[in-house]
């Protein structure tokens, strides 16, 4: 991984910044040594469009992180995102072969739930279990050593395309950094801002970031549905930019400045100056047409989401409600708006950890690069534990990764 023992690192390869997140593990807790950054070229909507911009990109924040840890980046891990993730459940069963489940039972059933036809182009990232059944009788989630006949499994599978995730991995050799594992980002997103108590009640989380806005929703401590939404802040930027006819980088200032979604909130209007697009003329603008902009792209989201709950009946898995986290998540407003139009108490996501040494961090724009670090730190305990422990633990352990079933 490094120079150094015990180091861990992520990179958060985003449509609007690089990250990368160094860290040292120090028994069972997470110590972060120090953040790089830069800014992201080359990619839209989290897909490599710009091989060369995407690898300078990622050298830039890899040297930063380098510089400010004195830590040597061999290999990390990253995420994946992108309007190509697919996600649906899948089931399988067969036969207990001695009449009580045995470790090969679960791994055959796993096998025939994973055996279905995908899209040509697609490979598959992430197969998680929901639940188990023996003879159709109540769900469980560890049946090792249950009585039965017939073992069913239940599971939750995430396929992404093969040109589009190996277009990252290679930027990423290309810059100097071997890949090690991937994950399907608001998965690591997840391990970073939700409580075990939200995992188990039932929850949803909505990840804002650059290019592509991330839902994923727990039960029982499983993955119960994920969605990938092509729509995210770089388009409210854009909106703004077109609609005040000024520059991305003035629409960007503008948006963090003065951006809002409270359409009703603002009893006197405030005027406000940029700069257009041509001959660096100034204008004044007020405000409240900004927010209306803004408004309507974060209305088109919410309603997207909304959708996607009602068309797969999701409300009554949401029990605690929505988790709401990414840099988008940080827009005046928007946890407001999306409990009127989700319906549902919700809250902004933040990395839970007590460990930061970084104040930078305490921000829901790093909540995929923090994640991506507990995910690392819970695989390796899970896969030196013994194989009489969790089901969990057990499975992770006889699955290899997918990187090195992709190469």
């Known amino acids: 991984m490094s120079n150094f023992d015990n180091i861990v690192v992520s990179i958060d390869i985003g449509t609007t910044k690089i990250c990368v997140i160094v860290a040292k593990i120090n028994k069972q807790d997470l110590q972060i040594l120090g953040v790089g950054k830069s800014v992201s070229h080359g990619l839209k909507k989290g897909v490599v469009v710009d091989i060369s911009k995407t690898v300078q990109s990622i050298k830039e924040a890899v040297k930063e992180a380098e510089f400010v840890t004195g830590v040597s980046i061999e290999s990390a891990i990253i995420g994946v995102s992108g309007g190509h993730i697919q996600s649906f459940n ?93 994950i399907l980002e608001q998965l690591a997103s997840a391990e970073a801002v939700l409580s075990e108590d939200e995992r188990e009640l039932g929850v949803a989380m909505l990840d804002i970031g650059g290019g592509t806005s991330d839902f994923a929703l727990y039960q029982k401590n499983g993955i119960r549905h994920t969605k990938v939404v092509p729509i995210a802040g770089n388009h409210f930027t854009n909106d703004i930019a077109v609609g005040l006819r000024t520059t991305i980088c003035e629409a960007e200032r503008i948006k963090h400045n003065y951006g809002s979604v409270l359409v009703n909130s603002i009893t006197s209007d405030e005027d406000i100056e940029l700069e257009l697009i041509y001959d660096k003329e100034k204008s004044i603008i007020q405000r409240s047409y900004l927010i209306n902009i803004i408004y309507a792209r974060a209305h088109e989201l919410l309603q997207i989401v909304n959708q996607e709950i009602k068309n797969y009946n999701l409300k009554p898995f949401m029990s605690t409600g929505l988790v709401l986290t990414g840099g988008g998540s940080l827009l005046n407003g928007l946890k407001e708006l999306t409990q009127d139009i989700i319906g549902v108490p919700v809250r902004i996501g933040f990395p839970r950890t007590e460990n930061i040494i970084f104040n930078m961090l305490n921000n829901p724009m790093y909540s995929t690069g923090y994640g991506m670090l507990i995910y690392m730190i819970k695989k390796q305990n899970k896969s030196i534990e013994s194989l009489n422990g969790p089901l969990a633990s057990r499975i992770f352990f006889r699955m290899k990764s997918w990187v090195s079933d992709f190469f």
């Open 90 to 182: 899948s089931s399988g069963a067969v036969p207990i072969k001695r009449n009580e489940v045995c470790q090969s039972d679960i791994v055959n059933v796993m096998a025939a739930a994973k055996a279905v036809q995908i899209q040509e182009g697609q490979q598959i990232l992430h197969v998680l279990p929901q639940y188990f059944s023996v003879d159709s009788q109540e769900r469980v989630l560890d049946p090792l050593g249950m009585y039965g006949v017939r073992l069913e499994a239940q599971v939750h599978i995430i396929t992404g395309s093969i040109a589009s995730v190996q277009n990252l991995v290679r930027c990423c050799e290309m810059a100097g950094v071997k890949v090690t594992d991937i």
